[in-house]
């Protein structure tokens, strides 16, 4: 029997579909459904690599773990990265296909991505029972409309009722809900068959005339207000950097003070998140000289385009506050392109990276990066090199990377590979998610308070996984608490299995 699918669409980006979408793949999962994510096309710069080394949104990834199913390429196979230049790299189906501009992949691309994504869908209603879409953007962009295949288009191919999400911490969230509806289609519009207020702040009486006015005008109901919730569940794009970036803000308010450089191309950044976790640690996101400061740890997280951010370090003057740093006998951690960036010589002869000229490193680890045309995209182990620690993570990456002195690997990878490199205070690698790594984590961090004369902190953790289940859990039960669920369920045609 075909699957039921609901889609999660908003008046705007940043609204929190992702975060409702991941909420629903739990709780649908929690009351006994096979149930699966899906977005037809997405564009984020954080993303996930599927068991099978595919390549998808990092979001749908979480989803699918909220789910409690293995992600695959249908639940994203469309992703765009972009690159530099009004330039994205086209990942179909979790493989490169090619870097275009935005104008030819909305004048060119689009009729071949379409039937992809449908397809895409039409299998996954095959082997599940509910499917949660999750749109992109908004659905009633006039100029963007015609050629949007994340919204409406995959609505009416998974035959999917619509969950209409607004964002009320913005302000204007009645104005943005009654216009979108008005911009749409009638068989669009007929497709809403509810409607979510959500990132509430205050006493939700005070919002009651005005859900009893939206319903009316609209004839659609509300289904429910959905307090703010700060759920420690990835970010799905930079968009959420700036919320990040003040999570902690004060330096002098922490033990140690991490500055991580936000290179204009940041990609993966959640690989940071941890750290945010860590008892006396202080995460800034740093883009100029001025706001440097003298931190205790440097981070050069990774990046879509390696060559073109290592010159913006250049021209900000960034990099000599790295090596200032870095002659201090202070930690620096590059990842992936960062680590790139923190070798000797990075070699484009083919001009995958840019414009083909070649770039001298930060020389802080004595490797070389030669750029290659095949990306690696792979789920990858390995034991922490002179330990017996293992530790797992994903490479994301062009370049193949050689080490040019005696330098210790970081990383002995399961598959007789090596990975990495650390030269005293400097350590580099292509694992993203290693400080997922929670024991390894705690450890980093008592290793820093050590070198400023503090106390260790217990290396008693929670194992990432452990903190993830709880994280989708408190996700589902707040959205559970905030909606009615029986009008959902009638909604999508369910049975309701009380658990």
Request: glycine share 8%; charged share 25%; aromatic share 6%.
């Amino acid at each position: 029997m075909k699957a039921k699918a609901v889609m999660i669409q908003g008046t705007s980006s940043d609204v929190g579909k992702s975060m409702l979408a991941t909420a629903l793949c739990r709780h649908f999962s929690n009351a006994g459904f096979r149930v699966a994510p899906f977005k037809s096309q997405n564009m984020a710069l954080n993303s996930f690599v599927t068991t099978s080394g595919g390549e998808i949104g990092r979001a749908q990834g979480v989803q699918a773990e909220a789910a409690r199913v293995d992600a695959t390429t249908d639940m994203n196979p469309i992703l765009l990265k972009p690159k530099h230049d009004m330039m994205s790299e086209i990942i179909v189906h979790g493989k490169h296909h090619l870097d275009m501009t935005a104008r030819d992949y909305r004048h060119k691309f689009v009729d071949e991505a379409l039937p992809i994504a449908e397809a895409a869908i039409q299998r996954l209603q095959e082997q599940y029972d509910v499917i949660v879409l999750e749109g992109a953007g908004s659905p009633a962009e006039i100029n963007l409309k015609a050629r949007d295949i994340a919204n409406m288009k995959m609505a009416h191919a998974a035959d999917a009722d619509v969950l209409l999400v607004a964002d009320i911490d913005r302000g204007g969230v009645f104005a943005s809900i009654v216009g979108t509806l008005a911009l749409l289609d009638d068989d669009e519009r007929a497709r809403v068959k509810g409607i979510i207020i959500n990132k509430f702040r205050g006493m939700k009486e005070l919002l009651d005339d005005g859900l009893v006015w939206l319903e009316d005008y609209t004839g659609i109901p509300v289904l429910g207000v959905v307090p703010y919730m700060n759920v420690q569940i990835e970010a799905e794009d930079s968009l959420a950097l700036s919320a990040l970036r003040f999570k902690k803000p004060k330096r002098d308010e922490f033990a140690i003070d991490v500055a991580v450089i936000q290179l204009p191309r940041i990609s993966n950044f959640t690989d940071i998140d941890p750290l945010m976790d860590e008892p006396g640690v202080g995460v800034r996101f740093v883009k100029t000289t001025a706001d440097f400061g003298k931190p205790d740890v440097v981070i050069l997280p990774g990046t879509k385009s390696t060559i073109y951010d290592l010159r913006w370090l250049r021209e900000t003057d960034l990099d000599a506050c790295v090596l200032q740093h870095a002659r201090q006998s202070k930690p620096v951690i590059g990842i992936c392109g960062g680590y790139q960036m923190l070798g000797e010589q990075l070699l484009d002869p083919h001009a995958i990276e840019g414009d083909g000229r070649d770039e001298l490193g930060l020389a802080l680890l004595p490797i070389t990066t030669t750029f290659v045309g095949e990306k690696r995209t792979v789920q990858m182990s390995g034991t922490r090199y002179g330990t017996e620690d293992i530790l797992t993570g994903y490479e994301i990456h062009l370049g193949r990377t050689e080490r040019t002195a005696d330098c210790a690997p970081f990383l002995l990878l399961d598959n007789g590979r090596t990975d990495g490199a650390v030269c005293e205070h400097v350590l580099g690698t292509y694992f993203h998610g290693i400080f997922h790594n929670r024991a390894f984590t705690r450890e980093l961090v008592n290793t820093w308070r050590t070198q400023k004369g503090l106390a260790p902190l217990s290396e008693e953790v929670q194992s990432e996984k452990e903190l993830r289940e709880q994280a989708y859990n408190i996700a589902a039960e707040h959205f559970e608490q905030a909606i009615d669920m029986d009008k959902l369920y009638r909604i999508m045609g369910l049975e309701r299995v009380m658990q």
